[in-house]
């Protein structure tokens, strides 16, 4: 298989992402709108025969929570042990610093593992 992109290949390739942009917002309608067929908008499992097809709906209540950051930092130390425990601190690397390091910065060296991300592509015109 050659390394270098045809202009058909490029042309699927295009093809395949305005499918799948269409395809992901369809699947979602028809999954609610099936959802709330079977499971009358509740909150539980429910089975049903839907056009021949044993179909199993499960659904659940989600919260979304978030951190209001600036009143938590302000009040932490007026927080109890229980009510600390109640957040999670995730450690990330602040790129603009660590790019500062030196290659043979312990941080660089022990702690951060470099590995390469899926490529973006984007069409601009």
């Not at 999954?31 to 659940?60: C, D, M, P, W």
């Not at 425990?85 to 022990?110: G, H, M, W």
């Amino acid at each position: 298989m050659s390394t270098l992109v045809t202009q058909e290949e490029f042309k699927e390739w295009k093809d395949c992402v305005t499918v799948l942009e269409h395809t992901r917002k369809r699947e979602m309608e028809l999954r609610l709108k099936i959802a709330t067929q079977i499971g009358q908008g509740k909150v539980g499992t429910y089975h049903k025969e839907l056009f021949g097809n044993e179909v199993t709906v499960s659904t659940s209540e989600k919260i979304n929570l978030t951190v209001k950051k600036e009143e938590l930092t302000a009040h932490w130390n007026e927080l109890d042990s229980k009510e600390k425990a109640c957040f999670k601190t995730k450690v990330e690397i602040d790129k603009r610093n660590y790019e500062k390091l030196p290659e043979d910065s312990y941080v660089v060296q022990n702690w951060a593992e470099r590995k390469l991300s899926t490529p973006t592509v984007k069409i601009i015109s």
